[in-house]
């Protein structure tokens, strides 16, 4: 299942919908929350959607098989994890890039980052570069800590294309320069196991404004995503809606104007603008 949030474009209200996106459009089974579990302080750690996910699933199906279509040019797209609990990213995970202490590694973004495709990255500080690093992103189904790599994929609910960005690294620390409002993009959807099978065997390309920057398959990947998720449980307990990107192969700067597009098969395209921000800072 292709499963994405959308708001309608003539919605004056804008509100967030669910949806399951196909090749013809996507079809909106928003009715389906209304069976998430009611929620009181505090409220449970993760994702509440998906960890219901699998409960979610047949009324899901039951609900698009008679719902309208709507094309995906009617909607903006948003990120199909609403609530990421942690941003775990991948660090010089490609065998060009040199992994700190020659071990597998991770950086961490603030949450608040999160984007889908019709939000775009929107730049805050122009005076300064901001870098594209295009990647696949593991999202958390089930809670887990120590997890086995033979048993890492259990506990995922989906896939989905991602762009990390990141402000390129002076004097910060790199938490920091990867948290910006808009810099960590999901989509276009999430698309679950059943449908992608052994990611190992995806593969990706990025391009700017037309241009093919690169494109590589994740086999390459120094670390699978089972040994990212296995390797992220080591160090903490992951919750449903936790979000591992897969670590880039090679960066590159973007300014305001750009389109950048990344694509992988079986999980879909986004075509994600860049802009400067209503906020951004004066040089």
């Known amino acids: 299942m292709q499963i994405c949030r959308f708001t309608v474009n003539d919605d004056p209200q804008a509100r967030p919908r669910v949806g399951v996106m196909g090749p013809e459009g996507i079809r909106d089974v928003t009715e389906v929350t209304a069976e998430l579990p009611p929620q009181s302080w505090p409220a449970p750690r993760g994702d509440q959607f998906i960890a219901n996910l699998d409960r979610l699933r047949p009324r899901m199906e039951a609900l698009a098989a008679k719902a309208p279509v709507i094309p995906r040019s009617a909607v903006k797209l948003l990120s199909p994890v609403a609530n990421p609990g942690n941003f775990i990213c991948g660090v010089a995970n490609w065998p060009q890039m040199k992994a700190p202490l020659g071990m597998m590694g991770f950086l961490f973004k603030m949450t608040s980052a999160v984007a889908g495709e019709g939000d775009g990255v929107q730049i805050r500080w122009p005076d300064r570069i901001t870098q594209h ?151």
């Open 133 to 283: 690093e295009a990647e696949m992103a593991v999202v958390i189904g089930r809670t887990c800590t120590n997890v086995s790599e033979a048993e890492a994929l259990d506990h995922v609910a989906g896939y989905c294309c991602a762009l990390d960005m990141t402000m390129k690294e002076e004097r910060e620390f790199f938490t920091f320069c990867k948290s910006f409002d808009t810099f960590g993009v999901l989509g276009p959807c999430l698309v679950t196991p059943d449908e992608v099978g052994d990611p190992t065997t995806l593969a990706y390309t990025f391009s700017v404004n037309g241009e093919l920057k690169h494109s590589r398959s994740f086999g390459e990947l120094t670390g699978s995503m089972a040994q990212l998720v296995a390797f992220a449980s080591t160090v903490m307990t992951l919750s449903p809606g936790d979000v591992i990107f897969s670590g880039t192969s090679e960066v590159g700067p973007v300014v305001p104007g750009d389109v950048m597009t990344i694509e992988i098969p079986r999980l879909g395209r986004m075509d994600v603008a860049v802009s400067l921000s209503p906020n951004a800072r004066k040089a």
